[in-house]
């Protein structure tokens, strides 16, 4: 007995992300240059599928809506696919978390021994899973994402919140 094909997953892709300034503004050039690195690792590589859209690939327009994400997911031709709005609670202790342990990383990268930074770098991790984790399950039902796309996807929503 055979397994039946894999999925054609090569057009359930994101090829463009977009930031709402309106809702997200503008920041100073280091924040601006992490979001840059954010999307570019995002774009580069990525499964994107929002439920029940055939096709692909697509464009995701992000902003925030009172205490909301909006993923604003279309087509490539700008064509409207679905608006999602994610609470942004369940991700504000993770993000919180996440700058306290990268602050610890960035000085510990200065004055630490090996081990300490490893072990610093391995909380870090963990902690940028767990929102990779809560990303997937507040998107389950509604895009499919893989585990890569979540970490990708969670670096920009913190760069989002990131004030400097």
């Known amino acids: 007995m055979t397994n039946p094909p894999a ?3 090569s057009q359930k892709r994101i090829v463009a992300v977009t930031l709402d300034e309106e809702s997200i503004g503008r920041s100073g050039p280091d924040i601006e240059h992490e979001r840059a690195i954010a999307i570019y690792d995002l774009v580069e590589k990525n499964l994107f599928a929002p439920e029940g859209a055939d096709g692909g690939p697509f464009t995701l327009h992000l902003g925030i809506t ?6 604003d997911i279309r087509r490539e031709d700008a064509s409207p696919v ?3 709005l994610l609470s942004l609670t369940p991700f504000r202790r993770i993000v919180k978390d996440y700058f306290m342990i990268c602050d610890s990383y960035y000085h510990a990268i200065r004055t630490a021994t090996p081990d300490k930074i490893e072990a610093i770098d391995m909380g870090r991790r963990g902690i940028h899973d767990e929102g990779s984790h809560t990303l997937m399950e507040r998107l389950e039902g509604k895009v499919r994402i893989d585990f890569e796309t ?3 996807l969670f670096t920009l929503i913190s760069v989002l919140h990131w004030k400097g």
């Open 7 to 9: 999925p054609d997953d």
């Open 150 to 152: 979540a970490r990708r």
């Open 82 to 84: 679905v608006v999602h």
């Open 66 to 71: 009172g205490n909301r994400l909006m993923f």
